[in-house]
C-alpha cells in the first residue's frame, strides 16, 4: 500500500520568503508527527497531532513556525519569513495510534534558504 | 532531559564484517528503545525495537539487546552486506504513553564488496 508522502521532495527559496510542506500520511493512521534533520542537530521533533486532540507543539522551534492537519489527515508545515538556519530535510511521520506505535516515515523535503 | 549517545561514524567496512553501533541513553522512566535505518535516497524505517530491559530486538540479521545497567542499546550483525550500506539511528521513546522519538546522531555505515 502507499507509505507516507511528502512534496515537494526539494524546496529552495530565498530568506525571509514563505514556504509550506505538505505531508500525506498513511490512510486511517490517525497519528501525525514532523521532524527536522540537520547537519547541526540531528533529527529533532517538531509538533505531533492525534485525532482532534489538541497538538503537541512543544519541538516548534520558534513562532515562525506553525502546522495544521485538515480532516485528521493531510498535513501542512508553514515557515515563515525563513531563515537560512531553516535549511535542513523536514520528515513527516505517521502512526496507527498515539502510543507506543511505529512510526513511518515519509522521504522528506530539503529545504534551502539562500 | 532524554537524550540518546551513538557512535559516530562513518564507519567503512569490508562485506562479511562484524559490525557494532554502539548506542546509550539517558531517560526517566522505563524507555522503549528503537534502531532506525535509513537508506540511500529512501525514508527512515524501523530496523528493530525493545520495550523492557533484556528484551532483544531482531531484524534482517540485526540484534539489539536492550541493557539496563548499561542503559545500553547497541546493534550487531555478524555478516554484513554491501545492502547494508546505510545511515542507523538509535531512537527512544521516553515511557510507554510517550509518542515523540528522541534521536541519537546517526552513524553512516559503508560497506565495501
Known amino acids: 500500500g502507499a507509505g507516507v508522502s511528502q512534496s515537494p521532495s526539494n524546496k529552495v527559496t530565498e530568506k525571509g520568503k514563505d514556504v509550506e510542506l505538505r505531508c500525506d500520511p498513511i490512510?486511517?493512521?490517525?497519528?501525525l508527527y514532523w521532524y527536522r534533520q540537520s547537519l547541526g542537530q540531528g533529527l529533532e521533533f517538531l509538533i505531533y497531532?492525534?485525532?482532534?486532540?489538541?497538538?503537541?507543539k512543544s519541538g516548534l522551534p520558534s513562532d515562525r513556525f506553525s502546522a495544521e492537519r485538515t480532516g485528521g489527515s493531510v498535513s501542512t508545515l508553514t515557515i515563515q519569513r525563513t531563515q537560512q538556519e531553516d535549511s535542513a530535510v523536514y520528515l513527516c511521520?505517521?502512526?496507527?495510534?498515539?502510543?507506543?506505535?511505529?512510526?513511518?516515515f515519509g522521504p522528506g523535503t530539503r529545504l534551502t534558504v539562500l | 532531559g532524554n537524550s540518546v549517545t551513538q557512535m559516530e561514524g562513518p564507519v567503512t567496512l569490508s562485506e562479511e564484517a562484524f559490525l557494532t553501533i554502539n548506542c546509550t541513553y539517558t531517560?526517566?522512566?522505563?524507555?522503549?528503545l528503537f534502531w532506525y535505518v535509513q537508506y540511500p535516497g529512501e525514508g527512515l524505517q524501523l530496523l528493530l525495537k525493545?520495550?523492557?530491559?533484556?528484551d532483544k530486538g531482531s531484524n534482517k540479521g540485526f540484534e539489539a539487546t536492550y541493557r539496563k545497567e548499561t542503559t545500553s542499546f547497541h546493534l550487531e550483525k555478524g555478516s554484513v552486506q554491501v545492502s547494508d550500506s546505510a545511515v542507523y539511528f538509535c531512537?527512544?521513546?521516553?515511557?510507554?504513553?510517550?509518542?515523540?522519538?528522541?534521536f541519537g546522531a546517526g552513524t553512516t555505515v559503508t560497506v565495501r564488496a
Open positions: 490512510s486511517g493512521h490517525t497519528a
Open positions: 525493545a520495550t523492557k530491559a533484556d
Open positions: 511521520a505517521s502512526s496507527p495510534g498515539p502510543v507506543f506505535n511505529e512510526q513511518f
Open positions: 497531532f492525534q485525532g482532534n486532540s489538541a497538538p503537541d
Open positions: 531512537a527512544l521513546s521516553a515511557t510507554s504513553n510517550d509518542y515523540k522519538l528522541s
Open positions: 531517560a526517566t522512566g522505563y524507555p522503549s
